[in-house]
């Protein structure tokens, strides 16, 4: 089995910015490849939405709210991807999820996700 543990999310007044980490751990050393990565969010009272994605070839995608703010990258080498958010808004309130599409073998692709970490974005 393998964990994605967020990291980084906090209170921050608006125009600020946070840079949200995501590991994969456990059992890494089965893992034959991580595909795509993301991040999304979810604020009180709303469904879920997706804020970002990376895939293994480093080609991004963002939602139309965070374009030009928020930036993802990804450490392969750490099966780590980050989330930095620049001019945060007070919108960009929610808990903050990662995501990984991760394969044991050639064949076989499953999806993880974090257990989220609070982002507080005060006006």
């Known amino acids: 089995q393998v964990q994605l543990v967020e990291s980084g999310g906090g209170l921050v007044q608006a125009g600020g910015s946070l840079r949200l980490s995501c590991t994969a751990s456990g059992s890494i050393f089965r893992i034959f490849r991580i595909n795509t990565m993301g991040w999304s969010r979810q604020a009180p009272g709303k469904q879920r939405e997706l804020v970002a994605t990376i895939t293994d070839g480093s080609s991004t995608n963002y939602a139309d709210s965070v374009k030009g703010r928020f930036t993802i990258s990804r450490d392969n080498t750490k099966n780590t991807v980050y989330l930095q958010m620049n001019s945060l808004k007070p919108e960009d309130t929610a808990v903050y999820y990662c995501?990984?599409?991760?394969?044991?073998?050639?064949?076989?692709?499953?999806?993880?996700w974090g257990q989220g970490t609070q982002v507080t974005v005060s006006s």
């Open positions: 995501n990984a599409d991760v394969m044991f073998d050639a064949r076989h692709e499953d999806n993880y």
